[in-house]
């Protein structure tokens, strides 16, 4: 790709995160493959230490995890490592995925993926031939297959073979009347294939093979001998970060270099300024967040998801990737809001005058994008929301419609929303009506659903205080949403904006733009 594209306004040559295949588009250049620090870290540290002890002994390992987690990405990352600490053209690195069902097939394709891994290296075109002689396609011998391969390593090159995703083979050997005993012997040709070069020639070859989690545990005898590398997932927004971070790094163009390609030298100034307090740019931290939450710590989701985020992004020219944008461009669900907000606001700016809150909900619940709790609450119980805003407000979590109904945004984004979290506007409502001001009903606007504990406050509140309580599940960011609400109070002039130090126009324009991406201007 032209260095003049789309993503040099973050400083990168290209989109640096893979959206499909994972780390296979690495093969035949793992230079580019991105190695995260402090990510999965007891694997890696595992992996580098068995790169830097096989020129003493040959090594086995067996990596597992859950689908995405790296695996593959692991394989590719201990011959990088191999590369790194031998030279490159030491490292002879042969890769099969998936590992063929049957053991004749499995040396078959050793044979011919070792093929095209030596035939580029001159000193070793002796050997090369000595395959080529036989049909690969074919090939059986595995004497020959292991006399060629002592061969190579006898000529001090380091040999690395990987099978990947065994699990497949497990999976269909299992189908068969007699699988369990076809595993068995498979499992037994591996290791004793692996055991048979390495009495031979004592150092400088590794087996690497990947699996599966559900799978690892019917792959009973490779484990006797194998190192066995767990990965799991990511652990938090921290792991997330610094695999974002690496994959940026591969495709950073150096700053220094940035004058070149056309930007001025305040934009190579501003860019510079920003990677220097974030290395993730151009993913803030809440976007980071955002990531972890949507893939659920999976690394191949994590890298499809910033991939699509940063794609959508550059087209757009948006300077930062914040939460908001990255589960807007993600959940179907969630652009839908964007939309709906949209249609609420241009209404509201238009001099219309109509309330936000009764616009979203009542657009919401016509697109089924808003479930009310309990179910026999009806719409004309919602509709009390488009009364006059504004005789009382709040901090803006909490606003107060009309002195009857309290509306809260809840800033709980995962799990339940607790009881505790219903007892804590229970307290304000109640604070309020010490006050003077006759609340009646109280809504919770959230992106998670009530536990069981919190849904038996209902009839409680409504028994001890007569409070009718409502729980609107609802899915844009809460506090993004509570600041248009809040800015709604500012517009109708209910609130001082004085008081809050708040420009209203610059804030309106402010939200509307940067955190909805919605152009006023």
């Not at 990352?77 to 590369?83: I, R």
């Not at 005058?353 to 994008?369: C, P, T």
């Not at 709040?394 to 799990?415: C, D, E, F, H, M």
Request: hydrophobic letters at 40%.
């Amino acid at each position: 790709m032209s260095l003049t594209n789309k993503y040099l306004l973050y400083a990168l040559r290209e989109n640096p995160f893979p959206r499909t295949g994972g780390a296979e588009i690495y093969r035949n250049k793992l230079g580019l493959l991105p190695i995260a620090a402090k990510v999965q870290s007891r694997a890696y540290e595992t992996l580098r230490g068995l790169s830097e002890s096989v020129h003493k002994q040959c090594i086995a390992f067996i990596v597992h995890g859950e689908w995405g987690v790296g695996k593959t990405h692991a394989l590719f990352s201990y011959a990088k490592m191999l590369q790194e600490r031998y030279g490159e053209d030491k490292v002879i690195f042969t890769y099969a995925a998936p590992a063929p069902i049957e053991t004749s097939g499995l040396f078959s394709e050793i044979a011919m993926e070792l093929y095209n891994s030596i035939s580029k290296e001159p000193s070793l075109q002796d050997l090369a031939e000595r395959l080529e002689s036989f049909d690969l396609e074919s090939f059986n011998d595995e004497e020959c297959l292991i006399n060629i391969i002592s061969e190579i390593v006898k000529r001090d090159y380091i040999l690395y073979i990987a099978l990947d995703q065994l699990e497949q083979s497990v999976d269909e050997l299992l189908t068969k009347p007699d699988g369990k005993s076809l595993l068995e012997k498979y499992s037994q040709k591996i290791e004793d294939f692996w055991r048979t070069i390495a009495n031979k020639v004592g150092k400088n070859f590794t087996l690497g093979l990947s699996v599966y989690e559900a799978s690892f545990p019917r792959l009973r005898r490779p484990t006797r001998l194998f190192i066995e590398i767990r990965l799991p997932i990511l652990s938090g927004p921290e792991e997330v970060a610094n695999l974002i971070k690496a994959y940026l790094d591969s495709a950073r163009i150096e700053l220094e270099e940035l004058h070149k390609y056309g930007l001025s030298v305040a934009e190579v100034e501003r860019i510079s300024r920003i990677i220097s307090e974030n290395p993730c740019y151009p993913f803030s931290e809440d976007a980071i967040i955002a990531l972890y939450e949507l893939s659920g710590g999976i690394p191949r989701l994590v890298c499809k998801y910033a991939s699509s985020a940063l794609n959508h992004a550059a087209n757009s020219q948006l300077l930062i990737i914040t939460g908001s944008i990255v589960r807007g461009f993600l959940d179907p669900k969630y652009d839908r809001w964007y939309k709906l907000i949209n249609r609420a606001l241009r209404e509201r700016i238009g001099d219309k005058f109509l309330s936000v809150v009764q616009r979203i909900i009542e657009v919401a619940q016509e697109k089924n994008l808003i479930e009310l709790w309990p179910r026999k609450v009806e719409k004309k119980d919602i509709e009390k929301l488009g009364l006059k805003m504004g005789e009382y407000a709040l901090p803006y979590q909490a606003l107060l419609i009309n002195g009857k109904t309290l509306v809260y945004i809840s800033r709980r984004t995962s799990r339940k929303l607790h009881r505790s979290d219903v007892e804590r506007v229970v307290s304000i409502a109640l604070k309020l009506r010490r006050a003077g001001i006759k609340v009646s009903t109280i809504v919770i606007l959230s992106m998670v659903n009530p536990s069981l504990d919190a849904r038996a406050l209902v009839s409680l509140i409504k028994g001890e205080h007569n409070i009718e309580l409502i729980f609107a599940v609802i899915y844009p960011e809460p506090e993004d949403l509570g600041r248009v609400f809040f800015l709604n109070e500012l517009l109708d002039g209910k609130i001082k904006a004085k008081e809050y130090n708040i420009n209203v126009d610059d804030e309106l324009r402010y939200i509307l733009e940067e955190k909805f991406k919605i152009k006023i201007s």
